[in-house]
């Protein structure tokens, strides 16, 4: 009797539970779109030696990349489908792109050489995108494992700018185009810590100078945008292996020392 009873409740508890909205939402996942269509269009224009543009493009997908984040962070619209969607722009904007930029533009002289070196940065960056996602959970959120597909491939793409925009030809790099692929490649697959600035809070109050230092900074960049924007992301590339120098330094003089 007692089951009889209490059955027409059991339903009407479910029938009130909330049901799981389905879809995705638009905002954050509009800006990974942008990104991925970035990294698109500079493979496109890469095909015409349009170098230029590719590297602007790279370099405007590592922004739409930053906002797609933390505009979802901000929103409370964080989803599993959009860190894999993110993830695999990343791997087409970050990872595809400007391997294949770097090998049309210097590495293809070089022969199997080249092609080596523009897999190794590919792989690489696959390699890394997959590490960052299975270890999202339990990795420290003040630093990077590894330097980040965005940073490399801003290395990269900022490379072919500047020597492009310092009508510098390809033949009289290629070597150090491949010493460069090689090394961006291999620090992404690396256990080197770089610093996330994910800690820096976008909606807080902050000092007036800090404005200034941010309105002095835009003009820095836009006196010239390549060598810049290389010469940025060239020292936080160079920032992990330095800081890894310092602390076995450190380390060994505190032996010796003792």
Known sequence: MNSHKETPKVASLESERPRRARGIYLLPNLFTTAALFSGFYAVLVSMNGQFEKVAIAIFVAMVLDGLDGRVARMTNTQTAFG???DSL?????????????MYQW??????????LAAFIYTAGAALRLARFNSAIATADKRYFTGLPSPSAAAVMAGSVWVAVDNDITSGRVAWLALLLTLAAGLLMVSNLRYYSFKQVDFRGKVPFFVL???????AVVLTDPPMVLFAVFLGYTLSGPMVALRKLWRRRGLAGGG
Request: negative net charge; charged residues 10%.
């Open 83 to 85: 860190a894999e969607y």
């Open 89 to 101: 722009s990343d791997m087409v904007a970050f990872g595809l792109a400007p391997a294949l930029v």
């Open 106 to 115: 210097a590495l293809a002289d070089l022969g199997r050489l080249g092609w």
């Open 212 to 218: 200034v230092g941010l309105a002095l900074g835009f």
